[in-house]
């Protein structure tokens, strides 16, 4: 198997992938997800915090099935591929705060570099500043990769540790089983459920648990990473992981086209506002974060499937950080900014980059 | 003697970074890069091919990739 090709590595692999991910998020909103939010995974990772209660920001609480199928369909692949290597080690604690400051970050612009291009794709010109923002904080990583930043060596672990953020997804798509959501209730046993807002748009569970296990088998095959694709342009002039970003943004436009989705403008755009200077600072604090830590919050999540323990305290950070991002008032709505969320941005910033310049022990 | 690269247990982009600096600084030659991952594997395949590099060989080694690549003149 070693020997076989990866053929989804290859050029036409990485654009088919793209565009995979582009036509299905666009159906999946189609089918019920929220307003150019087909598939996002910040928003989705703070949907499934809100149906934990651990915010209790009521119009976006709900467990998202397609995140435990992009963490189940990369484990699939992965094992099949024997390409399961337990791991972890680097700098955990670092990663996990990295992901909480992308996650606010990210839901100050109100989006994943994934639900930029579905902005984009969808005719909402926000997202033009959040992807320029994306960049810059990209760009910004690529500067302290170039000074030396590195997060230090990961080591091999037990089998277990690369299982646990597995474990916890199927642990969640037992209970979105065991305690669907009820007609009208705000609540099905522990879990929480949102009766109005984006949290109660969703695609059925079966369709997006399906879709998301092909996006998670496909991207680990891949290795589909929006936040590499602008760092290897950047750092290499290598435009590899950049033509599977193209893939996922002219199919998303091309679907939207097709099933009468694409609206262009920016006022009144879905879950979205028009505060441009926050649109592209909230997206260079997370590109900033996602350079840092080497990976979009997609990518992570595929790592996390593949036994990538540092990648799965990633997303626990993500998870808590959309908790923080709720709780304290950091978070955006379609009125705009939340009234801590500039603040937000800022010590984000700092604490990025404090990060970046303290971090930069040079390998042996 | 080939120049040895040590990149196991670095995630994105270290490997690449590492190979393609000691490509800078040996010009020509062998160099042998050791990765944990195939995402590293192909990644470092790749970047050295975009720069005029060969790969001569890839073998699995302790649960990783040894590749050697290869520039004449």
């Known amino acids: 198997m070693a020997q076989m090709r990866n053929i989804f590595a290859a050029r036409w692999g990485i654009i088919a992938v793209g565009a995979f991910i582009g036509v299905f998020a666009a159906l999946l909103q189609k089918m019920g997800n929220p307003g150019n939010m087909g598939i996002c995974v910040a928003c989705f990772d703070r949907d499934i915090a809100g149906a934990l209660g651990l915010h209790r920001a009521d119009v976006v609480q709900y467990m998202r099935p397609e995140i435990i199928g992009f963490v189940l369909g990369s484990l699939i692949a992965a094992y099949l591929f024997k390409e399961f290597r337990p791991r972890a080690g680097s700098a955990p604690i670092v990663r996990f705060v990295l992901g909480a400051f992308a996650m606010i970050g990210a839901l100050v612009f109100l989006g994943c570099p994934w639900r930029a291009l579905l902005r984009l794709a969808g005719g909402d010109g926000n997202a033009i500043l959040g992807i320029a923002g994306l960049i810059g904080g990209i760009w910004i990583g690529t500067l302290f990769l170039k000074g030396g930043y590195n997060l230090g060596r990961s080591e091999k672990a037990y089998a277990s540790v690369g299982w646990m953020l597995p474990l916890i997804m199927i642990f969640f798509l037992v209970l979105r089983f065991i305690y669907p959501p009820l007609a009208d209730k705000p609540q099905s046993g522990v879990l929480f459920y949102s009766l109005k807002g984006p949290g109660s748009m969703y695609a059925p569970l079966a369709v997006s648990l399906l879709i998301g296990l092909a996006v998670g088998f496909l991207a680990q095959r891949s290795r589909f990473c929006t936040m590499g694709a602008f760092r290897d342009l950047i750092l290499f002039r290598q435009a590899h992981l950049f033509l599977g970003l193209l893939g996922l943004l002219v199919f998303a436009f091309l679907t939207n086209l097709v099933v009468g989705q694409f609206s262009p403008g920016f006022a009144k755009q879905p879950i979205a506002h028009t505060m441009s200077v926050w649109n592209f600072g909230g997206m260079v604090l997370a590109g900033l974060a996602f350079a840092l830590a080497g990976g979009c919050p997609g990518r992570q999540l595929f790592l996390a499937g593949e036994g990538d323990g540092d990648a799965a305290i990633f997303v626990m950070g993500m998870i808590v950080g959309a908790g923080f991002a709720h709780n304290f008032g950091t978070a955006s709505s379609a009125a705009g900014v939340g009234p801590n969320g500039i603040a937000a941005v800022i010590i984000g910033l700092f604490v990025c980059l404090f990060i970046g310049f303290t971090m930069r022990r040079k390998i042996a | ?73």
């Open chain 2, 1 to 73: 003697m080939a120049q040895i690269v040590d990149a196991r247990g670095l995630s994105c982009p270290q490997p690449v970074l590492m190979t393609m600096a000691e490509i800078k600084k040996t010009g020509k030659g062998q160099i042998e890069v050791l990765v944990d991952t195939d995402t590293s594997k192909e990644n470092v395949s790749r970047a050295a091919s975009s720069q005029g590099w060969q790969v001569q060989n890839v073998s699995e080694e302790g649960g990783g990739y040894r590749i050697v690549i290869k520039k004449d003149a």
